[in-house]
């Protein structure tokens, strides 16, 4: 696609319940990385992939956080039995070789309730 | 670990004044990009910058990397309403390793 695909834009969840949060990359992009932004926050790491492997993913704040990619292009980020501490915009970025700059999807909203 | 600060975290500054937003590391980091966010939106690039002393502008936007490569800087002139926004400064280690993000400066431009 033209650019990186997030959805959805917001999610309010219950405490406890799971959510999967999607991200669709630039066509052609081989690495796709994801981060959460926390109000007043910087951006923190979360979980990188190179095609469909993770070389790293030591951002991920707990075992309740898991993802993967699939044919080397979409993205999904489960988080399981959410906490309010969660609530954050999650945001993902692809590019397509380590010289270049991110695009970034606008994100996903989640509200913890 | 490899961390970033930026400063001043706020700004806030009439139509027509000139600023500069600072990045800085105790790390190397081979290169750094500068990134502007507006609310609702994801970060987007503005600029790249590779060769420790090297000076890129981009209209009224000048960037600086340190020598050292430990540090940039954003010198804004004659601010526009328009450049308000997040400003997020990001350091590349080698590879695809990812970027390691500072905190930003929130920049508020009053007509």
């Known amino acids: 696609g033209a650019g990186v695909s997030q959805s959805p834009s917001n999610k309010v969840t219950e405490k406890g319940k799971d959510v999967e949060l999607r991200c669709d990359p630039i066509s052609g992009h081989t690495a796709l990385y994801w981060y959460r932004q926390s109000l007043g926050q910087g951006l923190e790491f979360l979980i990188y992939?190179?095609?469909?492997?993770?070389?790293?993913k030591s951002g991920l704040p707990s075992d309740r956080f898991s993802a993967e990619r699939t044919g080397g292009s979409v993205s999904t980020l489960t988080i399981q039995r959410t906490q309010q501490e969660d609530s954050a915009v999650y945001l993902c970025a692809s590019r397509w070789t380590g010289l270049g700059g991110y695009t970034f999807g606008s994100g996903t909203r989640l509200t913890v309730v | 670990t490899q961390l970033l600060e930026q400063s001043p975290q706020f700004l806030s500054i009439q139509e027509g004044e000139n600023l500069t937003v600072y990045c800085n590391s105790s790390?190397?980091?081979?290169?750094l990009q500068w990134y502007r966010q507006e609310p609702g939106e994801g970060p987007v690039l503005l600029v790249t910058v590779v060769t420790g002393g090297e000076v890129k502008k981009l209209k009224r936007l000048t960037f600086q990397f340190g020598d050292a490569r430990k540090d940039s800087s954003l010198h804004i002139t004659a601010a526009q309403p328009g450049d308000t926004g997040l400003y997020l400064c990001?350091?590349?280690?080698?590879?695809?390793?990812?970027?390691?993000f500072g905190k930003g400066t929130r920049l508020s431009v009053i007509a």
């Open positions: 790390s190397v980091f081979s290169s």
């Open positions: 992939f190179q095609g469909n492997s993770a070389p790293d």
């Open positions: 990001a350091g590349a280690g080698s590879g695809n390793t990812p970027l390691v």
